[in-house]
């Protein structure tokens, strides 16, 4: 089970509607503003269709029904409410039957511009567009299916290819470098910091990506490039748990950071 958090999903009355306060709401709309205006020229194509497809309100925390209507015509995918932190069973689970989970929580506003936890905001403007393209969807469904049959040393390994890609990842794309990972589009920082000259950038490569180890709590040092989203569905096709048992063969790369001394984390980065 995942560390301790101070935040709590808030839970839907029987219509499936979920109240927030106005504070909460006025959260969702400082990000929204503030991050709608930095991720212009940063991020991929597919990810400005698939939010333009959500259209999500600007003024208030969205409804996951609003959100789902759009994720089911695009890729079949819909959103799962699920607490602050769930085990790594229930992710994988959720994610192999094309359910996305989301905690229904805003973070504070002492929070506001970093928080470990994956909030509402993280997991809707960070995840979902993405989620509206096929590629991306299929590639996120594969990862759950293989994530259910792995061991437990498998699943720390695909949790890295996870974390590069789905998290972390950028495209190459006829208008430049651009950003896809959802860790990224999430963040003001990362947003700025992906994209500079300080984090090293590496062709992707999926052996690659299964050793590198990360921290969940500093600005990423690299990245993986990805040549277009059908890299994604490719790897889709490819027998990713031979490519585990590869990288666990050759073991792990040096970390280009400080080591953390505590160590759980949660699934659902
Ligand atoms: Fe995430």
Not at 137 to 162: D, I, M, N, P, W
Not at 185 to 206: G, M, R
Not at 237 to 251: F, K, P, R, S, T
């Amino acid at each position: 089970m995942a560390k301790q958090t101070q935040y709590q999903a808030r839970m839907p009355d029987a219509n499936g509607y979920i109240a927030y306060s106005d504070q909460e709401h006025a959260t969702w709309q400082t990000l929204m503003e503030r991050q709608t205006a930095i991720i212009e020229g940063r991020v991929c194509q597919e990810y400005i269709d698939g939010l333009e497809r959500l259209a999500l309100p600007q003024d208030r925390i969205p409804q996951l029904g609003d959100v789902d209507r759009v994720l089911l015509e695009s890729t079949g995918w819909r959103t799962a409410q699920v607490p602050a932190l769930i085990p790594f069973d229930t992710f994988f689970e959720l994610l192999a039957s094309r359910r996305f989970p989301v905690a229904t929580f805003i973070r504070s506003p002492e929070e506001i511009d970093y928080l470990q936890e994956p909030d509402i905001f993280h997991e809707l403007f960070g995840h979902c567009p993405m989620l509206t393209n096929p590629d991306f969807a299929e590639f996120t469904a594969t990862y759950g299916k293989l994530g259910l049959s792995a061991s437990k040393q498998e699943r720390v390994y695909l949790a890295r290819l996870y974390w590069m890609t789905v998290e972390f990842g950028l495209v190459d794309t006829p208008q430049g470098r651009r950003i896809y990972g959802g860790g990224i589009i999430s963040s003001p920082k990362e947003t700025f910091h992906a994209l500079s000259d300080v984090p090293e950038h590496y062709p992707f490569d999926p052996i690659d990506a299964l050793r590198t180890p990360y921290r969940i709590d500093i600005l990423q040092p690299l990245y993986y490039v990805i040549e277009g989203l059908h890299t994604l569905h490719d790897l889709s096709g490819q027998d990713i748990m031979a490519m585990v048992h590869q990288a666990m063969e050759l073991g792990l790369y040096p970390p280009k950071f400080p080591p953390k001394p505590s160590a759980p984390q949660a699934a659902n980065a």
